[in-house]
T-cell receptor, first 111, second 113 residues
């Protein structure tokens, strides 16, 4: 059974810092990996989708990498801003149409 | 273009009551999903519909039923609510069942007393 782990569970940084969020998964037979953002009391917003054949994806200040063989993905946020404060979730797509989520990293960016 | 919409936003039920959570998408997506989110457990798939006319169980289907009413709508029914079903429920949709982005609704917060 696929298991997805996100470290750290919580992170607090001053504004302007570059930061890295980590995601690891136990079964490397994935179709893709998706990073989401969730604001308190809200739904999930898709940030980046990396296909299993890709190594990375970029969107603005966000860069996500994927190393399928080692079961790891990282989300890099450049020049963090208070508006980036949210919970970040990674999820992997397995065979059987299952999207398995990690527990999330709660990020606080202090002004 | 509203994306994925869910009703109601909040609901309180007594144990044993029944209710249906509604979900609709206006993106002409083929696949739709129901998840629940619980503290410490993350999001878990309850049921999904790969295409209109099909439904399949996910990781935690017990106590729930679903109906894919048409391509736009996918409902989740609790026949006899239990306190263990207190959760936030999210509906999602995607163009295809495999390998593409899923888009999520705003969620329904359900409390069963």
């Amino acid at each position: 059974k696929q298991e997805v782990t996100q470290i750290p569970a919580a992170l607090s940084v001053p504004e302007g810092e570059n930061l890295v969020l980590n995601c690891s998964f136990t079964d490397s037979a994935i179709y893709n990996l998706q990073w989401f953002r969730q604001d308190p009391g809200k739904g999930l917003t898709s940030l980046l989708l990396i296909q299993s054949s890709q190594r990375e994806q970029t969107s603005g200040r966000l860069n996500a990498s994927l190393d399928k063989s080692s079961g790891r993905s990282t989300l890099y946020i450049a020049a963090s801003q208070p508006g980036d404060s949210a919970t970040y979730l990674c999820a992997v797509y397995n065979a059987g149409n299952m999207l398995t989520f990690g527990g999330g990293t709660r990020l606080m960016v202090k002004p | 273009n509203a994306g994925v919409t869910q009703t109601p936003k909040f609901q309180v039920l007594k144990t044993g009551q029944s209710m249906t959570l509604q979900c609709a998408q206006d993106m002409n997506h083929n696949s739709m999903y129901w998840y629940r989110q619980d503290p410490g457990m993350g999001l878990r798939l309850i049921y999904y519909s790969a295409s209109e006319g099909t439904t399949d169980k996910g990781e935690v289907p017990n106590g729930y039923n679903v109906s894919r009413l048409n391509k736009r709508e996918f409902s989740l029914r609790l026949e006899s609510a239990a306190p263990s079903q207190t959760s936030v429920y999210f509906c999602a949709s995607s163009e295809a069942p495999v390998g593409v982005e899923q888009y999520f609704g705003p969620g329904t917060r359900l409390t069963v007393t």
